[in-house]
């Protein structure tokens, strides 16, 4: 049995839960869906009005963290069960990274996937949770292969490339996507090559086992699904992160902080679900006004990155 799995039994029948293939195939069954940031019920049945494969619970959209200054925690209890009895499709929500407490409350709250989430303040400097310990999948933000495969190997269950969240800027979510891409062509190239001592010098550049190294040079992509997160705010910004290789994307601050929240969510899941066909996407973006977009803000002069919060290994 795995690390984290579980044997339930009830009426003399059993059920394991929490296994790699559950968990990971959970975050597989959102791909090409749109999961958006929600602080309150009114959020949430917007967004799964609008078509979202799942929600994200948090106490403040990323956009008011940065407003709000001080320590970013998880949402309240009441919040996160008030959401979870007003709608039908999956819930998450966000913990500090390394507070394993914060974790585990979640998980006894019953959420279906837990993000230990760089956008909240960190708990824990040196480490991240050991997430092999839960049944319930986490996700965890990269910003490139090394990073993404490390959280992997502690037992993340889906990637989301990191960009600048409440920013209304995609560019930081497409450098660290095209760099993600890049580095697991040259694992790629090293696998297809058979260079054995190319590979262990790839396993020490990320910092991960051999055994990883081999296996994404052999599939050519990550184990597990990886979406787009921060600075998503138009159609167009979903679709292109669709077209660079993302498996779906997250969204909040884009959404709600808008003029037309409603009438956006519907136009961004479109644009993700249909992002390589040009009239629909055209239709998406039509959908839309961008004078009710969320006013962006320039990545390269903010005081706080939240990109580069949290253990640096």
């Not at 795995?2 to 003399?12: F, H, P, T, V, W």
């Not at 929490?18 to 309150?40: C, E, W, Y």
């Not at 996160?80 to 998980?107: F, T, W």
């Not at 092999?132 to 933000?141: C, E, K, L, S």
Request: with cysteine.
């Amino acid at each position: 049995m795995s690390e984290g799995q579980k044997i339930l039994i009830e009426n003399d029948k059993s059920t394991i839960t929490g296994s790699v293939l559950v968990k990971r195939g959970f975050a597989h069954m959102q791909k090409h869906g749109v999961i958006m940031d929600v602080t309150n019920v009114e959020q949430a049945q917007i967004a799964e009005e609008s078509g979202a494969v799942a929600v994200m619970v948090l106490d403040k959209l990323p956009y008011d963290v940065r407003k709000a200054g001080g320590v970013a925690r998880t949402a309240g209890v009441k919040t996160i069960e008030d959401i979870m009895n007003s709608v039908s499709i999956p819930i998450m929500a966000k913990c500090r990274i390394g507070h394993v407490s914060e974790a585990q409350m979640l998980e006894t709250c019953g959420v279906d996937m837990v993000d230990e989430s760089e956008v909240l303040t960190p708990a824990d400097e040196e480490n991240h949770i050991w997430k092999w310990d839960f049944t319930t999948p986490f996700v965890n933000g990269a910003k490139n292969l090394g990073e993404a495969l490390r959280r992997i190997e502690e037992g993340a269950s889906m990637i989301r490339t990191k960009g600048e969240p409440g920013t209304g800027n995609v560019a930081e979510a497409v450098t660290h996507i095209k760099i993600l891409n890049r580095e697991v062509r040259l694992l790629r190239g090293a696998y297809s090559d058979d260079d054995f001592q190319e590979m262990i010098k790839l396993s020490r550049e990320f910092r991960v086992s051999l055994e990883m190294v081999r296996e994404v040079g052999r599939i050519g992509r990550l184990p597990v699904v990886n979406f787009a997160a921060g600075g998503i705010t138009t159609p167009s910004d979903a679709a292109f992160l669709m077209r660079l290789g993302c498996d779906g994307v997250f969204v909040g601050s884009g959404i709600f902080k808008s003029a037309d929240p409603a009438l956006r969510a519907r136009a961004v899941v479109l644009a993700t679900t249909f992002y390589d066909d040009e009239k629909v996407l055209l239709e998406a973006q039509k959908m839309v006004d961008e004078k009710k977009s969320l006013v962006g803000l320039d990545t390269k002069n903010l005081d706080l990155k939240m990109q580069e919060r949290g253990p640096l290994v």
